[in-house]
């Protein structure tokens, strides 16, 4: 009775604490910001697949050498494929193709600027009539921060030059994640401040809404911009650097090194499925922290501008994909289980599992809150990951660079994902693995709940 008493008490006060995280303002904020960014990233995730899967003629998987080697059956040789005009045509609509990147990727931070300015306007403002003003005065303070001026070095020479009056895109991409937020919580911020306490112009009844509302923002509006210009002259006065560059070399930087560690990935990936079997969804939490850390690796990865291991990606390849959340469990149940219901429900939850959609069996067997099937569930996720971290390691894959859409069922999202079949034989190994896992709790079940198992079976 003590136990019971103790794992209940245990699992009100985890479920409370957890709720409460989940339900934070700013971590909504932040999550719902990084949710609706993440749909530009992810059309031009897929256009990249495209791009570098099937496209490319030279490095791809249906026409390139480390694939089919189709363009090598149709032109008879490796030398006359890579010459043909067939050839530099895919290469030219994979270079068009690339081009959705300079529209999402590059432009990641502006693009979050905007959405998170209008979503921290819409959370802790609510009363303000117009919250696009406020993503107006965040989009001035990022610009007013970000370096109008710096060196450029031309290719043949080592002499840099300054370039004047030009900004510097460098922040607009993942290199300005945290001033994009910390600047736009701010202006909104200040501009509301102000605007709830009507220090504002105000205009006859007469004048049309629309330009009274213009008129009204002015005052507010200067008081932001004015503060942004003091906090960028200081900046650059006290420390030689932009206010971006200055919060990347003492935030961005060192929360991107410890993402980059296997502890931050293995508390990652023990806490999601744990909070997952509490009933509350891990992307309430970690969705936030990701957003600021692996999406960033995420976005460097798919330009071709580092080499992460540790990113969303290779979390989605590794866990999600693999199957170790969905059809581990669902093949396990399938398989080795003697039980009516558990039987039922895993032809049910089979097809939905390939396709790696979890709530059939998670909810449906359930395991979720299940004493019996905590161990493999949380365990399942870390095993997945680390296999996924050995075989980059030891350079049997790549890094992750391919965005491939989550449903994709497990094994053709592994081809995809890495552009060869290493990739799909690292996720029958995790597969295969999670599987294995699963099935002693599995037989655990069929003695723990004999009075459901099938006399067939049984025999």
């Not at 509350?280 to 330009?303: A, C, K, Q, R, V």
């Amino acid at each position: 009775m003590k136990n019971k008493g103790f794992w209940a008490k245990f699992q009100e006060k985890f479920t409370k604490t957890a709720g409460k995280i989940a339900a934070n303002k700013l971590l909504l904020t932040l999550r719902d910001s990084f949710v609706l960014v993440a749909s530009t990233t992810m059309i031009a995730g897929f256009a990249l697949l495209i791009q570098s899967v099937i496209l490319d003629p030279i490095n791809g998987l249906i026409f390139g050498n480390q694939g089919l080697h189709i363009g090598q059956l149709i032109s008879g040789s490796e030398s006359a494929w890579e010459a043909s005009g067939f050839a530099h045509a895919l290469s030219n609509a994979a270079n068009l193709l690339g081009l959705v990147a300079n529209g999402s990727l590059s432009i990641f931070s502006l693009l979050l600027v905007v959405i998170f300015s209008y979503e921290f306007s819409k959370k802790y403002f609510p009363k303000s009539r117009e919250h696009l003003t406020s993503v107006l005065y965040a989009l001035g303070a990022f610009f007013i921060a970000l370096p109008w001026n710096f060196k450029y070095t031309p290719d043949g020479t080592k002499k840099a030059i300054n370039v004047l009056n030009y900004v510097d895109t460098t922040y607009f991409g993942t290199q300005g994640v945290f001033s994009a937020l910390l600047i736009s919580a701010g202006a909104v911020f200040i501009y509301n401040y102000f605007m709830k306490r009507n220090i504002t112009i105000k205009m006859p009844d007469s004048v049309p809404p629309a330009v009274a509302r213009s008129f009204e923002s002015l005052i507010p509006g200067v008081i932001t911009m004015g503060f942004f210009i003091i906090i960028t002259g200081i900046s650059t006065s006290l420390t030689n650097q932009t206010l971006p560059a200055l919060l990347l070399t003492i935030l961005q930087q060192p929360a991107m090194a410890v993402a980059k560690t296997g502890l931050f990935a293995f508390v990652a990936m023990f806490t999601w499925p744990l909070l997952q079997w509490f009933g509350i969804h891990p992307t309430s939490i970690w969705g936030p922290i990701f957003g600021l850390t692996w999406n960033i690796n995420d976005t460097e990865n798919m330009l071709g501008q580092a080499h992460h291991v540790f990113s969303t990606l290779f979390m989605n390849y590794t866990v999600i994909a693999s199957g170790a959340f969905a059809l581990a469990p669902a093949l396990a149940i399938l398989l080795f289980s003697t039980r009516v219901s558990a039987k039922k429900i895993g032809k049910i939850a089979i097809m939905p599992a390939i396709f790696n959609i979890s709530e059939p069996i998670t909810f449906g067997l359930p395991i979720i809150m299940n004493p019996l099937y905590i161990i493999p569930f949380v365990c399942a996720t870390p095993i997945a990951f680390f296999i996924g971290y050995f075989f980059t390691s030891i350079g049997f894959i790549a890094p992750i660079a391919n965005n491939v859409p989550w449903t994709v069922p497990t094994l053709l999202s592994g081809l995809l994902y890495t552009g060869n079949v290493q990739g799909l034989i690292v996720q029958a190994i995790i597969l295969f693995i999670t599987t294995l896992i699963y099935i002693p709790f599995v037989k655990m079940d069929n003695k723990v709940n004999a009075e459901d198992v099938s006399p067939l079976d049984e025999e």
